[in-house]
């Protein structure tokens, strides 16, 4: 399923980006400066099928994302898919949890007002009668130093993704 256009937010900091999917969909997307920081307590929990279809958000996802739940079941997960995010750390998630293994790392998710949020992410294959049916993802706050030093190694892998495309 394909996603429809952000709406553009006039903000004095927004930016627009298009983003254009492993599944060859595309969209355009406005985001912010704003980041809203991650609630103390609290894990963002969902699952997905196969193809990385939302099947599954808890209270705090459907909080934290800033979308409708009836909005997220249904939806592709890259719904919340930030530009500043580079494909080879969703390439490195996908191989991963394909194998059947359990993948770790911070990700900056891309709220449905432009604003954005930092987690860290840990996202484990569903088996089921040796089967793998799904994928379920566990979101915690993160450090700030890891975020930091994500941030910085996102800027390297973009600038390197867009020096060879």
């Known amino acids: 399923m394909g996603l429809p256009d952000m709406m553009a937010i006039s903000a004095p900091d927004a930016r627009e980006a298009r983003l254009v999917y492993s599944d060859g969909t595309a969209r355009t997307v406005y985001c912010t400066a704003t980041e809203v920081p991650f609630p103390e307590g609290r894990l963002i929990v969902s699952r997905t099928d196969l193809q990385g279809i939302i099947t599954h958000a808890n209270d705090a996802f459907v909080e934290m994302s800033g979308y409708e739940r009836e909005d997220l079941i249904g939806a592709p997960?890259?719904?919340?898919?930030?530009?500043?995010?580079?494909?080879a750390a969703f390439l490195d998630l996908w191989d991963t949890v394909r194998r059947g293994e359990k993948w770790?790392?911070?990700?900056?998710?891309?709220?449905?007002?432009?604003?954005?949020?930092?987690?860290?992410?840990?996202?484990?294959?569903?088996?089921?009668?040796?089967?793998?049916?799904g994928y379920t993802a566990v979101r915690r706050k993160p450090s700030r130093r890891r975020?930091?030093?994500?941030e910085a190694l996102y800027r390297q892998w973009l600038q390197q993704e867009a020096s060879t495309s």
């Open 104 to 133: 770790h790392g911070h990700v900056k998710n891309l709220r449905k007002d432009g604003s954005h949020y930092w987690v860290y992410a840990t996202v484990v294959p569903n088996v089921r009668g040796g089967v793998t049916t």
């Open 77 to 87: 997960q890259h719904i919340l898919r930030h530009p500043d995010m580079p494909k």
């Open 147 to 150: 975020v930091a030093e994500s």
